[in-house]
């Protein structure tokens, strides 16, 4: 008898899994609008978010005009987002928000949609469109509720996404100089150091710049060698003054010492040939 155990138990739980299926079947079926709701609060208030949501879903064109409304729409944008579809989570906030601008989860409603956009943003190797959104969401809430108990969590993730978009600014102006692409990359670090100035990656920046610029002038043509190499010097004079303790000093002060060569073997002709 105890060889059949297993099976018996297996037997009672797939009985006790259907019944419990076929009640939530019957639930979606009915048209006891009052029913569903309670049922739909119950499992949401139980973490059981996909079965709430379904429920929900149907239940909000049949609740208009009825006080339950405002809970249950919000309730609905809040299972997205436990589920984790930011995409979905971020519009029924978004939508609650507009709809119900005095409810008590207004604050709440307008928080969730700005870190629903932060959820979604992705890796910095991609587009960051989704990101720029939600910064500005998570400002735009910022203003709104100066005081608000969300503040600080709303405050760090708009960091990360500066982060991101600040790591993504210099991996691009590096994968420039990687690819031998000078030029653009002395302007992608140009305006890397301008817009970050004080990141932690300006050192390096510095320094790939200043090399950035002396392979430039190394690959130049001749009329254009001189003016390159000079902007050498001053990348190097800005490098030094900024990082006299760099581990790449010595490679900057060779670079600063061959353009001063470079520039000395270039003949007043050429120059006038610029």
Same mark, same amino acid.
């Given at each position: 008898?105890?060889?059949?155990?297993?099976?018996?138990?297996?037997?009672?739980?797939?009985?006790?899994?259907?019944?419990?299926?076929?009640?939530?079947?019957?639930?979606?079926?009915?048209?006891?609008?009052?029913?569903?709701?309670?049922?739909?609060?119950?499992?949401?208030?139980?973490?059981?978010?996909?079965?709430?949501?379904?429920?929900?879903?149907?239940?909000?064109?049949?609740?208009?005009?009825?006080?339950?409304?405002?809970?249950?729409?919000?309730?609905?944008?809040? &299972?997205?987002?436990?589920?984790?579809?930011?995409?979905?989570?971020? @519009?029924?906030?978004?939508?609650?928000?507009?709809?119900?601008?005095?409810?008590?989860?207004?604050?709440?409603?307008?928080?969730?949609?700005?870190?629903?956009?932060?959820?979604?943003?992705?890796?910095?190797?991609?587009?960051?469109?989704? &990101?720029?959104?939600?910064?500005?969401?998570?400002?735009?809430?910022?203003?709104?509720?100066?005081?608000?108990?969300?503040?600080?969590?709303?405050?760090?993730?708009?960091?990360?996404?500066?982060?991101?978009?600040?790591?993504?600014?210099?991996?691009?102006?590096?994968?420039? @100089?990687?690819?031998?692409?000078?030029?653009?990359?002395?302007?992608?670090?140009?305006?890397?150091?301008?817009?970050?100035?004080?990141?932690?990656?300006?050192?390096?920046?510095?320094?790939?710049?200043?090399?950035?610029?002396?392979?430039?002038?190394?690959?130049?043509?001749?009329?254009?060698?001189?003016?390159?190499?000079?902007?050498?010097?001053?990348?190097?004079?800005?490098?030094?003054?900024?990082?006299?303790?760099?581990?790449?000093?010595?490679?900057?002060?060779?670079?600063?010492?061959?353009?001063?060569?470079?520039?000395?073997?270039?003949?007043?002709?050429?120059?006038?040939?610029?």
């Amino acid at each position: 008898m105890l060889s059949f155990r297993p099976t018996f138990f297996v037997l009672l739980l797939s009985a006790l899994l259907l019944g419990s299926c076929s009640g939530y079947q019957k639930l979606l079926k009915s048209g006891d609008v009052n029913k569903k709701y309670e049922a739909a609060v119950q499992y949401y208030d139980k973490g059981d978010f996909f079965k709430a949501g379904t429920l929900l879903e149907d239940l909000i064109p049949l609740l208009k005009g009825r006080p339950e409304a405002e809970k249950a729409q919000f309730y609905f944008a809040n &299972t997205n987002y436990r589920q984790r579809n930011y995409v979905l989570s971020a @519009y029924y906030f978004r939508s609650f928000a507009d709809t119900y601008p005095n409810s008590q989860y207004a604050e709440e409603a307008n928080f969730l949609h700005a870190k629903s956009l932060f959820r979604d943003s992705p890796e910095f190797e991609l587009d960051q469109t989704n &990101t720029y959104s939600a910064l500005e969401s998570i400002q735009d809430f910022l203003n709104r509720y100066a005081s608000s108990q969300f503040r600080p969590e709303a405050e760090n993730m708009s960091q990360e996404l500066q982060k991101k978009l600040e790591n993504k600014a210099f991996q691009s102006a590096k994968l420039y @100089y990687n690819i031998r692409y000078y030029q653009s990359a002395v302007t992608a670090f140009t305006s890397f150091q301008q817009q970050y100035p004080a990141s932690a990656f300006n050192e390096e920046a510095a320094f790939l710049k200043l090399s950035a610029q002396y392979d430039l002038a190394h690959e130049s043509v001749p009329e254009k060698q001189r003016e390159r190499y000079l902007e050498v010097l001053a990348f190097y004079q800005n490098f030094i003054d900024n990082y006299p303790q760099s581990r790449n000093l010595k490679t900057a002060e060779t670079m600063y010492s061959k353009s001063r060569e470079e520039i000395a073997k270039i003949k007043p002709a050429d120059t006038a040939a610029k």
